[in-house]
């Protein structure tokens, strides 16, 4: 089946490449220039992925992506200019599930679509938050008082350790190195080293531990790096 991929950008030039390198790989391409035409669009059809350019003429992209967060949890990918870290843990929180800075090269962009199209190989427009939020799952994430439950239990996190988790939380079985746990949960990754995230895994184990004795949901995948093993 082919899957449909809408791209949201009102830069043309960038558009154009954006489009052409997804249809060489035989996606279905949307094209919309603004953020509200991009939400209409949203609500009358189905997509399997959004390219999200953060600054769009009218709204931002962050702001797309939480009034689409309300009804819908179909993955995700901001395409920005500003490679500021805030931006990223910002876009994390409001529930981007990747992030491109520009320049990007397209073919890495359409790796990034496929490798998140695996992770997510249902229709992401039935799979709602509550199918990732059930109560049966171990973990919880109370975002709006930015507190993760283990086991019904509020951890007690550093902010590094909460987005260390939240990372997790968000590719759930996906094996993450720890350039890209630097990357996706350090505000400034630049300023530490891969055995800071060995430290932190180390005492989010702990925290976890000391809520729920013998509980470790982290996999450690020697010389690959760390999963959340998937509930
Ligand atoms: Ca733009």
Not at 118 to 131: F, V
Not at 164 to 193: N, Q
Not at 218 to 223: N, V
């Amino acid at each position: 089946m082919q899957r449909r991929v809408l791209v949201v950008e009102d830069e043309p030039s960038i558009a154009e490449t954006i489009l052409y390198a997804l249809r060489t790989e035989l996606f279905d391409a949307v094209h919309h220039e603004t953020g509200n035409d991009a939400l209409a669009a949203l609500t009358m059809e189905s997509f399997d992925c959004v390219i999200l350019d953060v600054g769009l003429p009218d709204i931002s992209g962050f702001d797309v992506c939480q009034r689409l967060r309300q009804h819908s949890q179909v993955p995700v990918i901001f395409l920005t200019a500003r490679d500021g870290e805030i931006d990223r843990v910002l876009g994390l929180e409001i529930g981007g599930d990747d992030y491109v800075p520009k320049p990007f090269s397209p073919r890495e962009l359409v790796a990034r679509v496929r490798a998140i199209l695996r992770r997510a190989p249902a229709s992401p427009k039935t799979e709602t938050l509550t199918t990732k939020l059930a109560p049966s799952d171990p973990l919880h994430h109370d975002e709006r008082r930015k507190v993760i439950h283990c086991h019904g239990k509020a951890l007690d996190l550093s902010r590094n350790e909460y987005t260390l988790l939240l990372t997790f939380m968000k590719h759930p079985g996906r094996v993450l190195s720890r350039e890209e746990l630097l990357d996706l949960a350090w505000p400034d990754p630049g300023s530490v080293t891969d055995r800071t995230v060995d430290a932190h895994i180390k005492s989010l184990r702990a925290k976890i531990r000391d809520a729920v004795p013998d509980f470790d949901p982290i996999e450690t995948r020697r010389g690959l790096g760390y999963a959340l093993k998937e509930a």
